[in-house]
């Protein structure tokens, strides 16, 4: 038999335009060092990756027809099987800009393209032919105008009703509704504010982020990733919480760390590892993209590599936490 297929979801695709600057002055005019554009969108970062570490993957979602040349050659680079609906208009570019002195990026996402309701539907067909049961789907990114924000709800009960397993990297009224529906996610990946947004209140603290994540196991989601940027991540299931912290990393670009990282999880879902090698792969897919440009990893050999560098301790779990 063939291995589960692993397919991932972008509504709202994007042209990632990166800005590279000496250093950012708000209120400045600055000279840019270098410019370049990637084809992006959670879930297509999340492809790109996978793809680079050497699985077979599926990509879906909406694109505009008028821009696509970027998607269309990532895709065929990368051996990535294109499954996207094409509608009329251009896909969004969002803005990035890098500050070379600091690391950090500062994101301008512009709106992107309203969808139909017929893209909506290719979207289930593609889903109901190459999503089997066993199968991994990533639901990730904002949502498009014309969707409504019970969307990833819907699709993921469209999903879990075939047996198919569901990672959710979602925020915003769209994560509330999926949280609120009947069929939850297998794994969801919010970052701390993500999910201090979906609480109500801040989670200053690693117990607090444990403690609220711990809730919504309790509420049925098996697995709980919650990205802390630069200190790592934390993982919580049913039966324990680790806090995966990350090697030191020259930064070369943030873009799409975030989304290396939920491709490093779902590799290592793919492959059945324990919880604790889990954690240590996502956090290495994560640690080296952060060395390359764009949403592309170091070859595999240097991944390894910094797996065995990702210390993992394990927290205690607070009792469970809701809004």
Not at 227 to 255: I, K, M
Not at 265 to 294: C, D, I, N, S, Y
Request: proline letters at 7%; charged letters at 20%; glycine letters at 10%.
């Amino acid at each position: 038999m063939s291995a589960p297929a692993i397919v991932t979801v972008t509504l709202n695709p994007a042209i990632d335009q990166t800005v590279t600057l000496d250093a950012l002055t708000p209120g400045h005019v600055h000279r840019a060092c270098a410019v370049r554009s990637d084809a992006g969108g959670k879930g297509v970062n999340v492809a790109s990756c996978l793809a680079d570490w050497g699985l077979k993957v599926s990509a879906t979602g909406i694109l505009g027809s008028d821009n696509a040349t970027p998607f269309e050659a990532v895709f065929a680079r990368k051996g990535i099987d294109d499954r996207f609906a094409w509608i009329p208009g251009e896909t969004r570019t969002n803005l990035k800009l890098l500050d070379a002195a600091t690391g950090e990026t500062t994101d301008i996402n512009l709106p992107g393209l309203a969808a139909t309701s017929g893209a909506l539907d290719t979207i289930r067909a593609v889903l109901r032919q190459v999503a089997t049961e066993g199968s991994l789907v990533v639901l990730a990114g904002s949502l498009p105008g014309g969707l409504g924000d019970e969307t990833y709800a819907m699709l993921t009960q469209l999903l879990k009703d075939r047996g198919v397993r569901v990672v959710l990297d979602a925020s915003g009224p769209a994560l509330t509704a999926a949280l609120a529906s009947r069929s939850l996610p297998e794994v969801i990946k919010p970052n701390r504010q993500e999910l201090a947004d979906w609480a109500g209140r801040p989670l200053d603290t690693l117990a607090e982020v444990a403690g609220t994540a711990r809730g919504l196991v309790a509420r049925g989601i098996p697995l709980v990733v919650v990205s802390l940027g630069a200190d790592g991540a934390l993982f919580v299931t049913r039966d324990e919480a680790l806090h995966a912290h990350p090697p030191p990393t020259q930064v070369s670009s943030t873009v799409g760390a975030g989304d290396a990282l939920v491709a490093g999880l779902v590799a290592a879902l793919h492959a059945g590892l324990p919880m604790v090698e889990t954690a240590r792969l996502a956090l290495a897919f994560a640690a080296g993209k952060l060395k390359q440009p764009g949403a592309n990893l170091p070859s595999r050999g240097t991944i390894l590599a910094i797996v065995e560098t990702v210390r993992v301790e394990r927290v205690d779990i607070p009792p469970p936490s809701s809004p």
